[in-house]
């Protein structure tokens, strides 16, 4: 059966190209959507950090994407609370000191 979660016609992840050499960034990656994007990123490839609160889940996450695509699969995580500015502020000087660049940032995480 056809994948119509985008319409007919419309986009799915089989459609992205080789992500190699490219880094992506993303919020509440450890979950539910953001945890889906992260597989999809990683099975083409790309080069991913997550930005999550929990360390705990954020490391079980990097564990179990490792698992599915391998020990070489380039996952990290840096722990940032979007509700605590000083956290947010940690986080971006890592990232900065850390990546040579970002090609994307996908804003996935919700403070309630």
Do not use: H
């Not at 929990?54 to 490792?66: D, H, I, N, P, Y």
């Not at 509700?83 to 000087?93: G, H, I, Y």
Request: charged letters at 20%.
């Amino acid at each position: 059966m056809a994948d119509t979660t985008f319409g007919p016609d419309g986009w799915t992840p089989a459609q992205l190209g080789d992500l190699s050499g490219k880094t992506y960034v993303i919020t509440g990656g450890n979950a539910g959507a953001g945890f889906q994007a992260a597989r999809i990123l990683l099975s083409k490839g790309a080069k991913l950090v997550m930005l999550n609160r929990s360390e705990e889940k954020s490391a079980a996450a990097v564990k179990g994407l490792k698992q599915e695509f391998g020990p070489n699969a380039d996952v990290s995580f840096i722990r940032m609370d979007l509700a605590d500015l000083s956290s947010v502020r940690a986080a971006s000087e890592q990232l900065l000191a850390t990546l040579p660049r970002i090609d994307a940032l996908i804003c996935n995480a919700a403070i309630a």
